[in-house]
């Protein structure tokens, strides 16, 4: 009997105790305190003879009778992966320029500010008449998500040339997602209305309660944007469009968590459908220039420090549930989520384009000179094909660290702009600490509880 490469061993968060994870197969057990010394034991020395549970552990694809057997259940499900994945509707992000008119302490984006071309009829002919031909075959429809900058300005002209653009959307019958700080909102959704726009996600950013968010979410002649924000969102939840609250937190504005989560639900959006109203909590990483690092939690303290919060204020259990890799998808479902090969979409199933013309493999990577991909407006721009290869061929089994990683059917390799900027390659890894996350996404939903 051999162990699964993909077995790992971890400790749930509160009380330490052992639990056992397999992606591949979808199992996972807590073990009991009296068995835990022998499995670890056993774990390490990778000898399974003579081992009580090892029909259990067979059975649960802990272990396999030989490599060929793990070989072939490993084909199997990333072929029902791939199958998935392209049933996905790629998504286009479109820049509709780099201007904001807030003025964030963090915003990632101040080293473009100089370029203050905005989007016009001539760039949206040209967007609409590319990505018709490329990627208006595809079986699934792609939906475009617009961002900025921010997308949605206020001054009139700008207003006039992001309406054509949301009518083409309508023409051409591809969904609209919008990233937005949300300033405009209100004044937005009427034209929404109007046009008939197929809107399938608003994401706004709210920091966190009003005064933390006001402190550092201020508009460039520095009004406070917390209320006006809430009125959008309100206006857009009635109006039926989805709407999902993304706060980048930090140490600075954790505490404020529970305050925003209370006024969410104070004011009703809590008791919208999930397919209605989510909430994601994000991190300020370290994509291009940002704030201060002491200021910024890696990923396994933000989580403790929520867990330790939503323990203290339960309101923030119902404003958001972590996915904690698996975890919330098994409390819902009573099953592990299906094993993830590929985690970054850049370049397959995401492709993003930039107001001067150029195609890039992402958000994270738009305005990236080393990152360009091609044109969308001039024929004549060289297309970066070697690139493209490297991001279409990018997947757990192809970066070398991440086919031999234990914990790499839920982490999926990370983000490929992210392991560029640490290792110089597309192909290597950006890793997670996902055993630490499953221990304490137990401990969150109770998993193993009677
Ligand atoms: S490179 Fe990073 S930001 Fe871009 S699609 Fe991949 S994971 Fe997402
Ligand atoms: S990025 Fe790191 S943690 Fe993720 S699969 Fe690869 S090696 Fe494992």
Known sequence: MITSKYTFLTNKYSSGDTIIVNYLSGSIDLVEKDD??????????????????????????????????????????????????????????????????????????????????????????????????????????????????EPLLGGESYKKSILYFLQKSVEFKYPIAIVTNGYELINYIPEFQKLGVDIKEIQVTVDGDREHHNSRRITKTGTPSFDRIMDGIDDALRAGYRINIRSIVDKENINSLPGLAQYVKDRGFLDYPKTKFESTLGRNYELHTCQKTDKLYDRYNMWTEFFELAKEFPVLKEYHQPQFHGMRYLSENGDLPFPIFDGCPAGKKEWAFDIHGYVYGCTASVGVEKFRLGSYINPDEPVNEEQIREWSTRDVLTIPECSKCPVSLSCGGGCGVLAYNEHGKIHSPNCRPVADLVGIGVDYYGIGEE
């Open 36 to 149: 835990a010394d022998e499995l670890k034991s056993r774990f390490q020395s990778k000898n399974w003879d003579g081992y009580k549970y090892s029909d259990y552990f067979l059975d649960r694809g802990y272990v396999f009778d030989s490599e060929e057997d793990e070989l072939e259940k490993i084909r199997e499900k990333y072929l029902e992966f791939s199958q998935e994945y392209e049933k996905t509707p790629t998504q286009l992000i479109f820049s509709t320029s780099f201007i904001c008119n807030f003025a964030c302490k963090y915003c990632f984006q101040e080293e473009y500010q100089n370029s203050k071309k905005v989007i016009d009829n001539e760039i949206t002919d040209a967007f609409f008449s590319y990505v018709n031909k490329r990627f208006g075959n595809e079986s699934v429809k792609p939906y475009i998500t617009i961002f900025g900058g």
